[in-house]
């Protein structure tokens, strides 16, 4: 959605009208349930914390500076939503293997779905602030200023914990065999 259009539908919005949070809600579910997801791997928890990030947007889009990016804001909720349930869990723990039946998919599909299986293992042993660099750089395809925005520090920062968030992947995939270093 181009910036004047998000910002007449945040404006509608803090008039009262449903459906352009409607409309906005459509537009930002699915990448807040996937950066969710990637910062807690589990669904039904990515679930729970998409749900609870709308509920915080729809609570206090009046107090929103139509004036900035609405996608940061959103995505600042989600990502301390998800902060929050991790801190509930008091640790990270990586995802359980799932059984899969390989009779049924091609061999590249099962591969496709091990090795995205060993990657999300490796970002659930990153802490959480590396965990939200990658999450937004790579499965969000934020910049360096816009995860700056959304995750309010200085683009030397991000780049420094990306830097160091992707050395820790590359070794735990190495560790695993996924590639070599």
Known sequence: MDRDLETKMVMACQKGDRKALDTLVRQLEKPVYNAAFRMLGNPDEAADVTQATFVKVFENIQRFDPGRRLFSWTYRIALNESIDQLRRRKRTQPLADTPRSSSDVPQDNVESSQLRDEVQAALMTLNEEQRAVITLRYFSECNYRDIGAILRLP???????????????????????????
Request: hydrophobic fraction near 30%; include cysteine; glycine fraction near 4%.
């Open 155 to 181: 683009e030397k920062t991000v780049k420094s914990r990306l830097f160091e968030a992707r050395r820790k992947m590359r070794d735990k995939l190495c560790q695993h065999g996924v590639f070599s270093s």
